[in-house]
Structure formats: structure tokens, C-alpha cells
């Protein structure tokens, strides 16, 4: 009988699990220490592993020796390459592998599809990556009903324009409070039921906190809590996936964001909803059994965004000629991620349903703020009149994406960069598809009342009453989900 296998056993196969596909979420691991089913994974890939170790000890020595001389002539080919064909030193090609080794993973591969047969509940369907989520898994022919409650954040044209295109598309379109919990519990529990829930709906944007906290804990504790609650009374509950964000990281210093990293230190009130979202999944999966997945985004953008977001309302505020904030001087980096990799990679956590995980899907690459604006100035062929500000409040620094444990789980290979992703959005914008009142129209454009005792609250009130210019609250803010 095989004996039993461990955390160590994990990292000393690992040439051979990576070559088992059942076997790549066997490594799992937080500080150096076993997470609590890394145990079980390991023992599921125990035949192409272990055992083959064991009763074949020269086979596995072989295994394991072969794709090291492969990876290691892979490297030399690639730097003979750079050295014959560019004229570069020996050593600049070294470096510039090297350099190219940090930016992330390959981006070659298949996209993951969900098997036939399955159906998905997307909350927030009629989002931003809600809609995009939908047509997707439409296309790949999996049953799909979107939910929407068609909150007035921001414009419900836009809402209702990509509710509109679903509906062309054949999905079936539910408008629903995600706080109605019994509701939930009908829609969930009606023929043919559902395989999969993915829950992406909530209340966005981390500087419409410091106004409308209570939207906040509504939305995004109160109506996560409903959904928790909903799966817990079925029979048989079908595996959560759930948005997260990266925000969640607050005052974190160290880049790239690792899944491991502590995340008790929020900035912001929308941070602390999805860590606590995080928490409650936790404890459902302890409690009831669950099998729940946190995505933590990494400021995603594209057509059909949301017009909170800088991306979207800097490019309007330019093509009208009106001055554009920059806050931080330029200086803020963010990990900018595509609509088509963030979907990519929902779809993988849902073909996985993994038993309880958290992901980070971002680019795996930063850009500045002054580089972003640069190459939407030139997509727009318009140069944007700039205003340099500081920092906002709730903002950080920097976002970066550490997606390793995505990329070995679930196969996540983000593969846009920000100039091929702006390019498509500014086509969109362009486009007969895009409406005015799509950027124009909604809560976060109201201005800001004054109000709040509290001096920390008055004074950041003050600030986004000085800076929103125009009656636009976010139209200058580089959001981190």
C-alpha cells in the first residue's frame, strides 16, 4: 500500500504532478505550511505520482531530470537567439530573459470551458462583468439566467442596454433584489435548477463609500450574507464563485499581492465589505460545507465598463475637451486587467469549483497612471489638459498582481496588454453602441452634500467637494477592483 502523501511530497513530484492536468492545484500552500485540504489534493493525484515514484524510482529520477535539461536548454536557446539576431551581449540577454521572466506567464494555451449540461446564476448579470460573464459562457453553450436589480449608481441605460443585448442573445434575464433571500431560494430551486452560481453583484466604487456607507453594507455584506444563506438551505448547494477585489491588500506594502498576504489593514469601507465577504464564505464553508471561491480583481476595463472608472471617464472628459485630475502627479501604479482575462479566469474557478479558494486575477504587470493617460491620448488621437493632484482618499499606491497560484489552479494566462485593451475600448467608445448618458447619468455624478459630524469623514467630504469638478464625483479616480 502506498504510503501516505504530504506537503512535501507535493514540491519533491513536482515535476511530474505539473505533468498529470488532475494534478496542478496540488500545491497549495500559505507560508510555507499545508493548508488544510493540500493533503487531500496530493492524494488524489497519488497514482500518477507517488506511486509511479515508489514502484518506478529510475522512471521518476528520469522524470524528474529530463524536464529540468529541457527547461534549462529551453533558456540557453532563447538567449543564443537574442545574442545572434540583435547583436547584444552575452549578459544584456541574460538580463533581458530575466526581465521578461518577471512579467508573468506564457500567454499560450486553450481558454478552460465549463462541460455540457451545466447552468450558471449570474448576480449582477447586467454589470459590467456580469454581462460580459454571460455572453461568454452563452457562447460556450452553458445555460445562463443573469439577475439585476439595475442599481442607479451609475447610468441604468447602460445597464439596460447590455440587459438588452443578453436578452437578443437568448439568456434569460431575472430582475431581482439579491437581498431577497426567499426569492433566491425559488429562483435556485426552479427546474432544471443550477450547477454553478456566480455572484458578482455589488455596490462599487471605493470613493462613493466615504458618502453612501450604507449602501455599502447593504449591498455587499447584507445581500452577499442573502446569497450565503439561499445555498445553505438547498439540498444539495451548487459551488459559489464570488467577487473579491484587490483592495482588500489596503496599506500592503509588499508587491506583487499574494493571496497569502495579510489583508486585515483595509483603506476603505468598499475594502472592508469584501474582505468581510471573504470571511463569511469562510464560514459557510466551515459551517455548512460550501464550496466557495473569492476572485480578487485587479481594476478590470474594457467596452461596456463602468463610467466611474478613469478609463472610461477620462476618455469622455477628453474627447469634450474638459481638464482631467490626476491624482498622485501620475505616480499611482495599477495592475490594468481586461474584461476578456478577468472572464477567462471566472470561468476557470467555476470548472474547478474548488472546495474553498482565493484567487488574484490581475495582468501580472503595473502601469503608472501618467502611461495609462499617454496611451489614451494617442488611441483618441486628442492631448488631455492635466491637472496634477494628490492623492485621494482611500487610494493606494500601487496594485500588483502575484496570479502564480491562479495560473497552476485554475490556468489562468492573462493576454491583453494595456495598449491592445484601451484600443478596443476606445473602438467601442466610438462606436454607434456607446450613448452620452452612458457617461453622465447616475449617483456617483450627484455632488457631494455636506454632512457628518465625524472631522476624518467631513474633511475627506471636503476633498472630493474640491477636486470633483463639474459635478463628477469619481471622473478622475484610478479605482483598484
Same mark, same amino acid.
Given at each position: ?5 504530504? $506537503?512535501?511530497?507535493c ?17 497549495t500552500?500559505?507560508n ?22 515508489e514502484?518506478?524510482?529510475?522512471r $521518476?529520477?528520469?522524470?524528474s ?6 527547461? %534549462?536548454?529551453a ?20 538580463e ?15 481558454r *478552460? ?23 461568454r459562457?452563452h ?13 442607479? +449608481? +451609475? ?23 439579491m437581498?431577497?433571500?426567499?426569492g433566491l ?22 470613493r ?7 449602501a ?5 455584506v447584507? $445581500? ?5 444563506e ?18 482588500v491588500?489596503g496599506?500592503?506594502? *509588499?508587491?506583487?499581492?499574494? /493571496?497569502?498576504? =495579510?489583508?486585515?489593514s ?12 471573504e470571511?463569511?464564505?469562510?464560514? +459557510?464553508?466551515?459551517? +455548512? ?16 465598463g ?7 471617464s ?7 475637451? *474638459?481638464?482631467?485630475q ?15 482575462d478577468?472572464v ?5 474557478a %467555476?470548472?474547478?469549483?474548488a /472546495? /474553498? ?14 502611461r495609462?493617460?499617454?496611451v ?19 487610494d493606494v ?10 495560473? /497552476?489552479?485554475?490556468g489562468?494566462?492573462p493576454?491583453i496588454s ?7 475600448f476606445?473602438?467601442?467608445y466610438?462606436?454607434?453602441d456607446? *450613448?452620452t ?8 455624478? =450627484? ?21 470633483r ?13
Open positions: 500500500m502506498a504510503r501516505p502523501i504530504s $506537503c512535501a511530497d514540491d519533491t513530484n513536482l515535476p511530474i504532478l505539473l505533468s498529470v492536468p488532475a494534478a496542478r492545484d496540488a500545491r500552500r500559505a510555507g505550511v499545508c493548508t488544510r485540504d493540500s493533503t487531500r489534493r496530493c492524494a488524489r493525484t497519488r497514482v500518477h505520482a507517488v506511486r509511479t515514484c514502484a518506478e524510482p529510475a $521518476c529520477a528520469w522524470m531530470s529530463t524536464l529540468a535539461v529541457k527547461l %534549462l536548454a533558456l540557453l536557446v532563447l538567449i543564443a537567439t537574442s545574442v545572434l539576431t540583435s547583436g547584444t551581449s552575452f549578459a544584456a540577454a541574460i533581458a530573459v530575466q526581465v521578461a521572466s518577471t512579467r508573468g506567464p506564457a500567454v499560450t494555451g486553450p *478552460k470551458v465549463l462541460r455540457p449540461g451545466v447552468s450558471v446564476l449570474v448576480t449582477g448579470g447586467a454589470g459590467f462583468v456580469g454581462y460580459h460573464l454571460s455572453m459562457l457562447r460556450d453553450g452553458v445555460r445562463v439566467v443573469a439577475l439585476d436589480n439595475f442599481d442607479p +449608481y +451609475y447610468s441604468t441605460a447602460l445597464k439596460r442596454a447590455r440587459a438588452a443585448r443578453l436578452q437578443q442573445e437568448g439568456i434569460e434575464l431575472v430582475e431581482m433584489d437581498c431577497d433571500e426567499d431560494v425559488q429562483l435556485l430551486e426552479r427546474p432544471p435548477g443550477f450547477t454553478h452560481v456566480a455572484s458578482l453583484a455589488a455596490q462599487a466604487g471605493v462613493y463609500s466615504l458618502v453612501r456607507p450604507q455599502y453594507a447593504r449591498a455587499n447584507q $445581500c452577499f450574507l442573502s446569497v450565503l439561499a445555498l445553505r438551505r438547498l439540498p444539495t448547494p451548487p459551488p459559489l464563485i464570488y467577487a473579491s477585489s484587490s483592495s491588500y496599506a500592503n506594502t *509588499k508587491i506583487p499581492f499574494s /493571496e497569502n498576504d =495579510r489583508t486585515d483595509p483603506n476603505s469601507l468598499y475594502a472592508a465589505t469584501k474582505k468581510t465577504n470571511q463569511l464564505a469562510h464560514v +459557510y464553508h466551515g459551517l +455548512y460545507g460550501l464550496r466557495v471561491t473569492g476572485l480578487r480583481f485587479f481594476t478590470v476595463y474594457g467596452p461596456w463602468r463610467p466611474d472608472m478613469a478609463y472610461f477620462f476618455a469622455h472628459r477628453i474627447v469634450q475637451g *474638459k481638464p482631467i490626476v491624482y498622485g502627479h501620475g505616480t499611482p501604479q495599477r495592475d490594468f486587467t481586461y474584461i476578456d478577468v477567462d479566469g471566472i470561468v476557470g %467555476l470548472v474547478l469549483s /472546495e /474553498e479558494e482565493i484567487f488574484n486575477l490581475g495582468n501580472h504587470r503595473t502601469e503608472t497612471l501618467g495609462f493617460i499617454s489614451l491620448e494617442s488611441e483618441l488621437g486628442i492631448k488631455a489638459n492635466k491637472t496634477l493632484v494628490g492623492m485621494a482618499p482611500g499606491l500601487a496594485t500588483y498582481a502575484d496570479v502564480q497560484r491562479a495560473t /497552476e489552479m485554475i489562468y494566462k493576454r494595456i495598449d491592445e485593451g484601451l484600443h478596443r476606445v473602438q467601442w466610438r462606436s454607434s456607446f *450613448k448618458e452612458y457617461a453622465e447619468i447616475g449617483e456617483w455624478t =450627484r455632488p457631494v452634500l455636506k454632512g457628518g459630524a465625524a472631522s476624518a469623514r467631513s474633511r475627506s467630504l471636503e476633498f472630493l467637494r474640491d477636486s469638478s463639474n459635478s463628477s464625483l469619481h471622473e478622475y479616480v484610478l479605482t483598484v477592483h
